[in-house]
């Protein structure tokens, strides 16, 4: 059976030339922050990948196609979308089958990228283990899938709402290599500290795309993630940010919002009490990620041509 992949002219071009191509995620589009600034974001990351050398993918469900790569008019349409479903694993397959407008995790972004061919995938900041995941085992589906899928993710960090420690465990559990980019500490998605060692290091694109490139010589599933602090001027220093997620996190507790509701509350109430602050700084370190995502797909092009 042949998966139900359509590709952007651009995307289809690139891949059979063999040139660098970048992935990138739905959700930040259709859940992550209001039209038209969503649609403004979401071409600007494009822009970014182009500006450095590579092919941007957008990925998201349409008509009963996994889109890889959208025209703009898609985009636009996409953009303004009400109904999309928020598209993981789990569902990704139902969407399609439905013929929904579905936007893609992490998660189904791995999975429609490797169908695609494509090995880079810049994102903001991956899901991980929610805190007090003890008593309600909230654990996002992207972990599993980096130790699943063979694609190399570009984020900041995992989300700093989360439970940073146990994320990183269930990352190590799940054989994933995770490497702090130019430091040794692992970033905090808004800030660039999170008091935590990060597993480790690389310095250099290049390193990355070795190692990518290593677990496919082995045979080894999975992928790679790698975390890259938040540049410096747009960081929220982790001293400002944790009492405002500590504040979300106790109204998220008290209204009980649960599940999938979880993420998209805590980041609505960041963005009001940090004054707008958080989305920009998002806005910065998902540019980052893709200038980033976008050289370490060069490396890879390159070393296999």
């Keep these: 059976m042949i998966a139900p992949l359509t590709f952007a002219p651009e995307v289809r071009t690139a891949l059979d030339a063999g040139r660098p191509v970048v992935a990138l995620e739905s959700t930040i589009i ?31 469900v349409m008509g009963g196609k996994i889109h890889i790569g959208l025209t703009a008019a898609e985009l636009e349409t996409l953009a303004q979308s009400e109904n999309a479903m928020k598209v993981s694993r789990a569902d990704l397959a139902v969407c399609l089958a ?11 972004t791995m999975i429609c990228a ?23 085992f909230d654990i996002s589906a992207d972990l599993a899938e980096l130790g699943l899928t063979p694609v190399t993710v570009v984020a900041a960090g995992a989300k700093a709402i989360l439970d940073l420690p146990k994320t990183l465990e269930v990352l190590e559990t799940n054989g994933v290599p995770v490497f702090a980019y130019g430091q040794d500490e692992f970033p905090a998605f808004w800030s660039r500290s ?16 070795a190692a ?24 929220i220093p982790r001293a400002e940010i944790v009492p405002a997620i500590e504040a979300a996190l106790a109204e998220a507790a008290a209204q009980h919002v649960a599940a999938k509701e979880v993420t998209p509350f805590l980041l609505a109430k960041i963005y009001a009490l940090t004054e707008g602050r958080s989305l920009a700084a998002n806005i910065a370190l998902v540019l980052s990620n893709a200038r980033l995502a976008s050289a370490i797909a060069a490396e890879i092009s390159a070393a296999q041509h």
């Design 98 to 108: 439905k013929g929904a407008v579905g936007a893609t995790t992490v998660a189904a």
């Design 30 to 60: 259709t859940h992550g922050m209001p039209y038209p600034q969503n649609l403004e974001t979401a071409r600007a990351v494009e822009a970014e990948v182009r500006a450095h050398g590579a092919t941007p993918a957008t990925i998201a």
């Design 194 to 209: 999170s008091g935590l060692p990060a597993p480790l290091r690389a310095d250099t694109p290049g390193e990355i795309a």
């Design 212 to 235: 990518h490139l290593m677990r496919a010589r082995l045979g080894l599933s999975g992928g790679q993630l790698v975390a890259n602090p938040i540049p410096p001027e747009a960081e």
């Design 114 to 136: 490797a169908l695609a061919g494509i090995a880079v995938f810049a994102t903001g900041g991956i899901g991980g283990v929610h805190r007090g995941a003890e008593d309600t």
